[in-house]
């Protein structure tokens, strides 16, 4: 059975596309989806994406993921990055490995936008490569959950 993920998108990313394309550029959430669920079968895994503005939704999710037989979670927090305790303290609780992602380089961003609860209970965090941080985040999830170091960029599998 192929390893299953669940990607979780935040608050205002289903306005992707024409939210501040200066900052998130003009992909939209179901082109971002589209690219996920290609590069997932890349890595022969099951990826369901699922999109919520409200907090509670979110952690509902998080709290029945490996219920639902979810080996890990990919997850942009959006806006809740910076303020939800509730999504901090859920990710702390389940047992199962939770990759952090950005769309934009929040650390390169307003002085608000530089901090994340969510940082130090996920297992790492991708930020500032467009579409591609998910991308990013799906190969270190799947490292992790098959027990494998990510590898660096341009560098072969060791055999």
Same mark, same amino acid.
């Given at each position: ?9 935040? +608050? ?23 690219? @996920? ?80 609860? @969510? ?30 170091? +990510? ?9």
């Amino acid at each position: 059975m192929p390893d299953r993920v669940l990607v979780l998108h935040g +608050p205002n990313l289903n306005l992707l596309g024409t939210r501040e394309p200066g900052i998130y550029g003009r992909t939209t959430l179901p082109e971002v989806d589209r690219m @996920i669920r290609g590069h997932a079968r890349g890595l022969r895994i099951d990826v369901e994406c699922r999109q919520s503005n409200w907090e509670g939704q979110l952690v509902d999710w998080l709290q029945a993921a490996a219920r639902e037989r979810f080996s890990g979670v990919v997850i942009n927090p959006g806006a809740f990055t910076h303020s939800s305790l509730a999504l901090r303290d859920v990710i702390a609780a389940i047992d199962i490995p939770v990759v952090e992602v950005h769309l934009s380089n929040i650390h390169g961003r307003e002085e608000f936008r530089r901090h994340s609860v @969510i940082a130090a209970v996920a297992r790492g965090q991708i930020a500032g490569f467009g579409p591609q941080s998910y991308l990013l985040g799906l190969d270190a999830l799947v490292a992790l959950v098959r027990g494998r170091r +990510p590898r660096a960029a341009g560098r072969p599998a060791r055999r």
